[in-house]
Antibody, heavy 119, light 107 residues
Framework: AVQLVESGGGLVQPKESLKISCAAS????????MYWVRQAPGKGLEWVAR??????????YYADSVKGRFTISRDDSKSMVYLQMDNLKTEDTAMYYC??????????WGQGASVTVSS | DIQMTQSPSVLSASVGDRVTLNCKAS??????LNWYQQKLGEAPKLLIY???NLQTGIPSRFSGSGSGTDFTLTISSLQPEDFATYFC?????????FGSGTKLEIK
C-alpha cells in the first residue's frame, strides 16, 4: 500500500530553521512528483512546494509566501523528500503534509508533521 | 494567482439527501480541478481528479462536473461518514491554489 510518513516537526523560535522529512513506500518513488501542503490551525489548505522527477531535472516550485526561505529536495535512493525551512515566521505555524502524484495529482497524503513557530 | 471560491461555506443536510457543492475559479482552469475530503484531525483524501474522474476506492455516490471556471461536486445520497469539509483545488496554473472549503454538517 502507498504510504507517506512525515517526521521532524516541532517547536522552534522565530528566525530559526527546521527540516522535516517524508518517507515514501508502496510506489515507484522516483517516478512521482512530490509536494508539501500546509494547514494552519483551523484554516484551509495551502500548497507550499513541489519537486519534479529526475527526467524533469528535479525542477522545484514554491509558493510566494515561502520562496527564498524554504527548500524542497528529494533522495530517490532512499525514497525520501525533505523540506528545509529557514528564517521561520510565526505565520509558518501549521501542519505540514507530504503528498505525492502516484496516479493522479496529490492522490497520496501523509498524516502530517506539526510545526510551531513561537517565542 | 487564480482564486478558488467555494459555496456555500457551510451546508446543513440530512442522511439520504442529494447535495451539490460549488467551486468557481477566477479564470479558466480547463479540467484541472480536484476535490478533497477532510475529516477533523485527518489528512485530506482525494475524491475526484481532473473534474470528473473518481479516485480508486471512492464510492460512486460522489461525482464531479464542470469546465472552465465553474465546477460542482455532487453526493447523490449522503451517508453518515460523508459529514466533513470539502476542498476544491486547481492545478492548471502556478501557484496551485485551494478553495477555502465547504463544511458539510448534519442537519
Amino acid at each position: 500500500a502507498v504510504q507517506l510518513v512525515e517526521s521532524g516537526g516541532g517547536l522552534v523560535q522565530p528566525k530559526e530553521s527546521l527540516k522535516i522529512s517524508c518517507a515514501a513506500s508502496g510506489f515507484t518513488f522516483s517516478n512521482a512528483a512530490m509536494y508539501w501542503v500546509r494547514q494552519a490551525p483551523g484554516k484551509g489548505l495551502e500548497w507550499v512546494a513541489r519537486i519534479r522527477t529526475k527526467p524533469n531535472n528535479y525542477a522545484t516550485y514554491y509558493a510566494d509566501s515561502v520562496k527564498g526561505r524554504f527548500t524542497i529536495s528529494r533522495d530517490d535512493s532512499k525514497s525520501m523528500v525533505y523540506l528545509q525551512m529557514d528564517n521561520l515566521k510565526t505565520e509558518d505555524t501549521a501542519m505540514y503534509y507530504c503528498t505525492a502524484a502516484v496516479f493522479a495529482l496529490m492522490d497520496a497524503w501523509g498524516q502530517g508533521a506539526s510545526v510551531t513557530v513561537s517565542s | 494567482d487564480i482564486q478558488m471560491t467555494q459555496s456555500p461555506s457551510v451546508l446543513s443536510a440530512s442522511v439520504g439527501d442529494r447535495v451539490t457543492l460549488n467551486c468557481k475559479a477566477s479564470q479558466n482552469i480547463n479540467k484541472y480541478l480536484n476535490w478533497y475530503q477532510q475529516k477533523l484531525g485527518e489528512a485530506p483524501k482525494l475524491l475526484i481528479y481532473n473534474t470528473n474522474n473518481l479516485q480508486t476506492g471512492i464510492p460512486s455516490r460522489f461525482s464531479g462536473s464542470g469546465s472552465g471556471t465553474d465546477f460542482t461536486l455532487t453526493i447523490s445520497s449522503l451517508q453518515p461518514e460523508d459529514f466533513a469539509t470539502y476542498f476544491c483545488f486547481q492545478h492548471n496554473s502556478w501557484p496551485l491554489t485551494f478553495g477555502s472549503g465547504t463544511k458539510l454538517e448534519i442537519k
